[in-house]
C-alpha cells in the first residue's frame, strides 16, 4: 500500500510540474493557475476481524487545483483530488482512506450561453443505507458521476436550458457480505417566456434509476428495482385586475418500475400514465383583505401518489387503489388581516374522486386564526377547525393547532413549540390523519464563556381508520461549551413502518393503499468532546452507538453499530501533527456473519504546500 502512495503522490506532483510547464510555454498568460494541498505522512496500522492486519508508513493528500483561462468568464475550473484520506488523518469522515476527485468546468459564464461540466469519483469510501429515524446502516464501496449542463439565455426569446446527469455507487454493508448498489441518469430540459404578460413556462424531465437492496432489509432475498419514467409540462401565470394574479398549469407523467427479488417470492411491475391539471387566481380587492378560487383534476390517482411517494425515482412500494382511480377539486376562500399580528382565514373545498372501485364526494369547510404578536409576551398561536362531510354519510369535525413559545427568565432563555392535528384530511376524501409534534429549547450562560443548551422533541403521526400505520420518534441533546471546551450529547428512539426507497428506508406519508411495509424499532445514542487547552492544541473525541430490530416480510434481525473516533492536531504555521484513533463495530443478525470490527490508528505529521 504504502508503495502505490508513492506512486500516487509523485504522479501527482509530475502531472503538476508539466501543468505548469504546458503553461508558461505553450498557453502563456492566457491560463492562470493556483494550485495547492495537504499532504500527510506518518505511521498507520489496522486490525479487525474482516480485514487483514498492516502496518506501515502512510501518506495521504487533500488537494486543491482552480484557475482560468483568458478570462474567468469564459472559462473557470475547480478540482479537490484526495487521496488516503480518514477520520485518523484529516477531517473526513471516512473509516477507510477514501480517495477520488471532485471537479467542474464552467464555460462562457459572461455570455448568453453559459455551461457547466463537473465530474466525480470515489473509492474505498465511507456510505451509508438508511433507516427512517435511525442513524444509518454504515458501508463500503466506490461511486462516481458526471454532469453536463448548457443555457441559452438570449434577451426578448425564450431562454431554454438542458442537462444531463449520470452516475453509479455500490457499497457493502459491514457486517454482511451483501451489496447496495445504484445508477441513474437523469435528462431535464427547461424554458420561459414573457409574451404580451403572459409568464410561460415548460419542462421535461426523463429518468432511470436501477438499485439493489440487501436481503437483511427485504426479507425476500436480494431484492432489484428498475424503474423508468418521463414527465412533462408547462404553465402560466398574468396579472389581473384588483391587484390579482392567474395561473394555469398541465403536467403528463409516465413510469415503469418493476421489483423482483432473486428468490421469487415477491414481485412487482407498476405502470401508470397521469395527467394533471390545475388552475387558479387570486385577488386583492384591500390591502387587508384577499380572495382565491382553485382547482385540480387528476386522471390516475394512484400514479399520482406513486409519483409524490418516489419524487420521480420510482420505489417498489406500490400503491394499489383499484383500476381507473381519478380526483376532482375546486375550492376557495378569502384571508383577512385584523390587525398587524391578527389574521383569518376561510375556505372550502368539494372533492369528487374515484377509487377501490367506488366514487366518493366530499365537502371540507374551514377556518383559521393567526396570532403572531406573543400573548403575555410568551405564545403566539394558529388554530383551524375543518368540518367535514362525505356522500357516504360520514360527518368528522377536524383541528389544526400549533403554539410557539419563547420567554426569558433572568440568564434562561427557554423557546418550544407544539403542533397538533386531529382529523385532518388526507389526500383520499375517506381518509383523514392524526399527528402531534413537540419541542424544547433551554439555553444559559453560565461563568464567562461557558454556556450550556438543551434540546428535546418528538413526533407521533398515523392514519386513521388503517390500524399499524403510526410512527412516532423523540430525541434529546444538550451541550455544554466555551471557548476551549466543548460537549455534546444525543439520544434517541424511533419505530414504526418505512417503505423501501432508492436511497434507503424512509417513514410512510399519511396514504392508505401501500405494501410491502418494514417494521423498525431503533435507539441511538452518543457524545462527543473537543478542548483547546492551547490555541495549537486541539483534542477530540466522539461515541455513537445505534441498536435496531428490523422485520422485513419473514425475516427479522437484530442490528448494531458502534463508532469510536479520537484525534490530536497540533499546528505550527504550517507544519501539524496529527494522532487519531478509530473503533468501529457493525452487527446484523439476519446476515449470519459474526459483527464486522475494526481498529485503525495514525501518527504523522502534515504539510500545506502552494505549488503555484
Known sequence: MRYKAARFILGIGVLMATAIASAQVTVGENLKLNAGGLFTAGYAGDYGNEIPSSHGLNFGLNGTIDGSYYNPSFLNFNATPYFNQDSNNSSFRSLTGASGIDSTVNLFGGSHYPGTVSYRYDTNSTGTFGLAGQPDFTTHGRGQGISIGWSALVPDYPTLSVSYEKGTGSGTVYGTNEETSSSNQIFNARSTYTVQGF???????????????????????????????????????????????????FDRATSNSDYF??????????????????????????TKLGLFVNENYTSNLAGYLSQNLSGGTGIPAAVNLGSGSHSYTVGGGANYQITNFLSTQAQATYYDQYYFGKSYTGTFVSGTVNYSRRLLNMFSFSASVIESANGQGTNNVGFIGNVNYSHRFGAW???????????????????????????????????RSLQWTGAFN??????????????????????????????????????????????????????????????????????????????????????TRAYSDTLGGTIPSHNNTEIFNSQLQYHLRRIGVQAGFTRFIQGISASGAPPANSNAYFVGISRWFDFF
Do not use: C, M, W
Open 413 to 447: 432563555q427557554t423557546s418550544g413549540n407544539f403542533s397538533y392535528a386531529q382529523n385532518v384530511q388526507s389526500i383520499l376524501v375517506t381518509y383523514t390523519t392524526s399527528y402531534y409534534n413537540y419541542s424544547a429549547n433551554v439555553h444559559r450562560r453560565l461563568i
Open 199 to 249: 409568464r410561460l413556462n415548460g419542462y421535461y424531465n426523463h429518468t432511470n434509476f436501477d438499485s439493489k437492496f440487501p436481503e437483511f432489509l427485504t426479507g425476500q432475498g436480494e431484492s432489484v428495482s428498475n424503474s423508468a419514467g418521463h414527465d412533462f409540462g408547462a404553465g402560466a401565470t398574468h396579472d389581473l385586475p384588483i391587484n390579482g394574479s392567474f395561473y394555469a398549469n
Open 261 to 286: 427479488s432473486t428468490q421469487g417470492q415477491n414481485s412487482n411491475n407498476s405502470n401508470y400514465t397521469d395527467n394533471i391539471q390545475n388552475a387558479g387566481a387570486s385577488f386583492h380587492p384591500t
Open 458 to 543: 418528538g413526533t407521533h403521526s398515523g392514519l386513521n381508520n388503517q390500524p399499524g400505520s403510526s410512527n412516532h420518534s423523540e430525541g434529546f441533546s444538550t451541550s455544554l461549551g466555551s471557548r476551549t471546551l466543548n460537549v455534546t450529547g444525543n439520544y434517541t428512539q424511533a419505530s414504526g413502518i418505512s417503505i423501501l426507497g432508492v436511497n434507503g428506508f424512509q417513514p410512510p406519508p399519511p396514504t392508505p393503499g401501500l405494501t410491502d411495509f418494514i417494521t423498525f424499532n431503533g435507539t441511538s445514542y452518543g457524545g462527543g468532546i473537543s478542548a483547546t487547552p492551547h490555541r495549537r492544541l486541539v483534542l477530540s473525541a466522539t461515541y
